[in-house]
């Protein structure tokens, strides 16, 4: 037996469209020699896939899986593994958008996945069938992966955790790469939006191959360029192009004087009729007649400086290669390095007085008799940026072979042991140091002999400068406006550096996996073989985020953050058995059910078994009927029971304030809220719009008592292939997924609502409100509570027309429907279920229809990308569209819905083979330069507009050269 031969390499091209065995776990592919005079001619026996570890011959359609080939990689105009997978139509809301400009934390950056919107955290990456590593929230960087190395990707829409662990509950995505490639390859992709930001990427993959052994390595560089906010319409407002200044900000790089408060308290009103005093352009800041009320069109569009999409850089060497130690014993191994930098950039920050007053004893102070000065300043001049530079290590080694039993018994086994390293670093500034800020606005005075305004007093002056050594002190004056130069300007570099260090934080996770696997067949039954997998692994997680020392100690206006850190480790065993029932007798060319179960030992939360029961049915030729009942779950994540607290400036609407649900009720009048109270946004101004951002910082924090969270899926469905019909199939699939004891981070709104609106009072607990009803400060933390359930269809058509004079049609349309997605917010009895099907992220249905038409060396390729309608919560802006103002919700209060359509983003690409052994290609993603409706709630973004939508027409060229 040898397991390396010409004919082994054609048998599995044709039919999984891979030129190679993959790796142990993923696609393990053994020849039986069938000639004893011929040694090297073998047949294809056995082969494993994505959902199952038990090898067999029949593979098509046992199991809910998409598989994108490199072809139809190659058909898109896409330069990332996650923006291919975000367009499936079960893939939810993209996880930590890149849209999303004001996230923050150690998984920014990152490309993520979401099956069914059930979180990026219950979808199983898997890399030739092992775990990718996660981070200290859990979560799968698809950017570690290189375009250029993969051979096709398999999605299982499925609970898996009998068969994997942890994690897969929403689905398993399986990443295969190239492995017996011979040969050079070239790629290159270079494009840009009409607007102009640029992407590129370009690969080289080498291959060389014996009948011994074998070696692949692939090396790709790319590079997206940020989007800013200023170059889209959706953004460039503000909220909307149709309601002028509407979400700009009071906290203006313009500066404002809130008037003068005494050692007694008493309180002094600045000079202007609003109290909201602005300076006169080019006039001195010190003499109160020279300012004015702020006007809208001097407050802060922060839009103009922040990204829509962040910018990204990789760079990804991976190399697979395998040695025959025997006939039957092969070695394996994958190595990659990645490294990915992500910038990103979000407006100066909204400098305000309760970081200190400017003193009485300032020169800047506009009236400096009445005392220390309210100021409120956005840092226009020093945007807050952060670098985010993610490298990543992953070794995995491997011992595969086959046992012969008898004369027809083969069993694969496998040993392996995976180390899976990711280390972060980010640098960011813009937040201000805040010692040097209160320094910075205290006693100054004007020096004569030095021309200039310095720290202190002229009894006890305080040494001029800041940066780095060269002093101690440089005076700020935030009544100064953006573009203005003068003494404490802050357009000087030199106080910018003195205000605004760089902070560093660090972290790194270790994934190291050790598994072993045994699969075959039992013994034979009369509708076939009784197959038989087994296996055991241990795992250990490790991870540390260490946040710079400053933001640990609150010694900035950046948001504080604590240390992360914690391990565990886990011990499992399965077992998976394959049991024909029927096969070849009326009703039933085929009854077969698979059964598989997993124990689960942890070490910090206990132990658990899931188990799977899996059912195939033909009962003809060309009819498939599967269905499946799992048990899932998801281990918390280091940063879910040993994270540090964390703070944050949220958006919410508060159900208490005026025209809100809870106004006037008893719980909101039982907290103290005066009924005429109003929600008091960012500079102390009462809000417009909602939800509405506080300036009082809330908490959030760990839970070292967490347990897992437990699923439930289910999924029938049916695949047809018409004997009428050669190449047309079409498939039917229905799925439940229950999850209960959902590891889950409250929302302000969720603890809001609840403790307001719903009563459930164990929710008003955190809760901190001054003597005016303003939320200071909240606290929401993890917890097992609540859970999740969606259901819903996916319907798939594929059909290869037969080849004509004028070409050869492929179409392929992909549909999911949602009829189900209720969420429960905790295990209250009188908390009730509710529905989100509809809300941004869960649409109804999403759908993508491709056509593919090929004649000779030309190629077209075409696909339509529908989403439906979306809804979301009214504002009490009255010029905002409300087109349901009466709708209830589930406990029958008051809330009101607008609804918009539906969208369509369509994609082209022309391709021709070219003589020389080339590919160029022409096309353009979103080529009708759709753009979807404005969304004032921004869900999955920082911005009123959906963050998973297209952004604008992009144009691109391909061309791939083979050696």
Not at 163 to 178: K, L, P, Q
Not at 429 to 456: K, M, W
Request: charged share 20%; net charge negative.
């Amino acid at each position: 037996m040898t397991l390396k031969t010409t004919k082994l390499r054609d048998a599995i091209s044709m039919v999984l469209a891979v030129s190679a065995t993959t790796l142990m776990g993923s696609g393990v592919a053994f020849a039986q020699d069938t000639s004893s005079d011929q040694d090297s001619t073998t047949t294809l026996d056995r082969i494993e896939v994505t959902g199952s570890r038990i090898p067999r011959a029949e593979i098509e359609n046992e199991q809910p899986i998409i598989t994108i080939s490199r072809a139809q990689i190659e058909e898109q105009g896409f330069s990332s593994v996650a923006d291919i997978l975000q367009n499936l139509t079960s893939a939810g809301s993209p996880a930590i958008s890149r849209a999303d400009a004001l996230s923050s934390g150690e998984s920014v950056g990152g490309y993520y996945i979401d099956l069914r919107n059930l979180g990026a955290n219950r979808t199983l990456v898997l890399l030739n069938g092992k775990r990718l590593g996660v981070d200290t929230n859990g979560l799968q960087d698809l950017s570690q992966v290189p375009m250029s190395a993969i051979e096709r990707i398999e999605v299982l829409k499925d609970g898996a955790s009998s068969i994997y662990g942890s994690d897969a509950i929403a689905g398993v995505v399986n990443v295969i790469t190239r492995r017996n490639f011979e040969g050079a390859e070239f790629n290159g992709y270079i494009g840009a939006f009409d607007e102009g930001e640029a992407k590129q990427n370009y690969s080289v993959t080498l291959g060389a191959s014996n009948d011994r052994g074998g070696i692949t390595v692939s090396a790709e560089y790319a590079k997206d360029d940020p989007v800013y906010g200023k170059n889209r319409e959706f953004s460039k407002y503000g909220n909307s192009p149709d309601l002028p200044y509407d979400g700009w900000s009071l906290v203006s790089q313009n500066g404002l004087w809130l008037g003068n408060v005494n050692d007694a308290g008493d309180f002094t009103d600045p000079s202007c009729a609003s109290g909201l005093c602005t300076l006169d352009k080019g006039s001195d800041p010190r003499n109160p007649a020279n300012y004015h009320d702020i006007t809208a069109a001097e407050q802060a569009n922060a839009n103009e400086q922040m990204m829509v999409q962040t910018g990204i850089e990789r760079k990804s060497l991976f190399t697979s290669a395998y040695y025959d130690i025997t006939d039957t014993i092969r070695f394996t191994t994958d190595i990659g390095y990645n490294r990915r930098t992500t910038d990103q950039q979000i407006a100066g920050y909204p400098g305000q007085y309760y970081y200190g007053l400017v003193s009485a004893d300032s020169y800047f102070n506009p009236n400096p008799t009445a005392g220390d000065a309210y100021w409120l300043r956005r840092f226009w001049e020093v945007p807050r940026t952060t670098q985010s530079q993610l490298d990543t290590f992953r070794v995995t080694l491997g011992l595969e072979g086959t046992l012969e039993f008898g004369e027809d018994r083969l069993w694969n086994w496998d040993v392996g042991f995976l180390s899976n390293e990711n280390t972060v670093n980010k640098t960011g500034r813009g937040d201000a140091y805040l010692p040097s800020l209160q320094a910075s606005i205290g006693p100054s005075f004007y020096n004569a002999e030095t021309g200039r305004v310095e720290c202190g007093t002229a009894a006890n002056p305080i040494p001029f400068g800041g940066a780095y050594g060269a002093g101690e002190c440089m005076p700020f004056n935030p009544f100064l406006p953006y573009g203005e130069a003068g003494d404490g300007s802050l357009g000087d570099t030199a106080l910018q550096t003195y205000l605004f260090p760089e902070y560093h934080d660090h972290g790194k996770t270790k994934t190291t996996d050790y598994t072993a696997n045994l699969a075959g067949t039992l013994f034979s039954l009369p509708a076939g073989d009784l197959g038989l997998a087994v296996g055991i692994e241990h795992r250990r997680e490790q991870g540390r985020f260490v946040p710079d020392a400053v933001n640990q100690t609150a010694q900035s206006t950046g948001l504080p953050a604590t240390t992360t850190a914690g391990s565990y480790e886990l011990d499992e065993a399965y077992v998976e058995l394959e049991i024909p029932v029927l096969a070849d007798v009326p009703g039933a060319k085929e009854l077969t059910f698979n059964v598989a179960s997993r124990y689960s030992d942890y070490s910090n939360f206990g132990d658990t078994i899931n188990n799977k029961f899996q059912m195939r049915w033909r009962p003809m030729d060309g009819l498939l009927v599967r269905a499946t009942y799992a048990d899932g779950f998801r281990a918390p994540a280091i940063n879910d029971l040993y994270g540090g607290t964390g703070g944050s400036y949220e958006f919410y609407t508060d159900p208490c304030a005026v025209g809100q649900p809870g106004n006037g009720g008893a719980a909101c009048t039982a907290a103290g809220v005066p009924a005429d109270y109003v929600q008091i946004g960012q500079a102390g101004a009462p809000c417009t719009t909602y939800p509405c951002q506080t300036g009082y910082q809330f908490t959030n924090g760990s839970n070292p008592n967490l347990t897992a969270e437990m699923a439930t899926s289910k999924t029938a469905g049916i695949v047809w292939s018409p004997n009428f019909a050669d190449g047309l199939s079409f498939s039917l699939d229905w799925y439940n997924v229950k999850i209960e004891q959902s590891i889950v981070s409250d929302s302000v709104d969720n603890i809001l609502r609840d403790c307001y609106v719903a009563g459930v009072t164990s929710r008003c607990e955190g809760i901190v409100r001054n003597a005016d009803g303003v939320i200071t400060d909240m606290f929401y933390g993890l917890t097992n509570a609540g859970g999740t359930e969606t259901e819903g269809y996916d319907f798939g058509v594929n059909y290869r027309m037969p080849e004509t004079s004028f070409g050869q049609f492929t179409i392929n349309w992909q549909s999911s429907y949602v009829s189900k997605y209720d969420t429960l917010a905790d295990n209250a009895p009188e908390t009730r279920w509710e529905g989100n099907v509809g809300y941004p992220g869960v649409f109804r249905v999403r759908s993508n229809l491709g056509v593919n038409w090929e004649m000779g060396d030309y190629s077209i390729s075409y696909m339509a990308r529908y989403y439906s309608g979306m809804k979301e919560g009214c504002t009490t802006d009255v010029r905002k569209p409300c087109d349901t103002p009466d709708h209830l919700d589930v406990y029958g209060a008051a809330d009101p819905l607008n609804y918009t359509g539906s969208n369509t983003f369509s994609d082209l690409q022309f391709s021709v083979k070219l003589p020389w052994n080339a590919t160029a290609s022409l096309g353009a993603n979103n080529i009708f330069d759709h753009a979807g409706p404005q969304m004032f709630s921004q869900p999955n973004s920082s911005f009123a507009y959906y963050g998973g939508f297209d952004i604008g027409r992009f144009w691109y060229m391909k061309y791939q050269q083979r050696f």
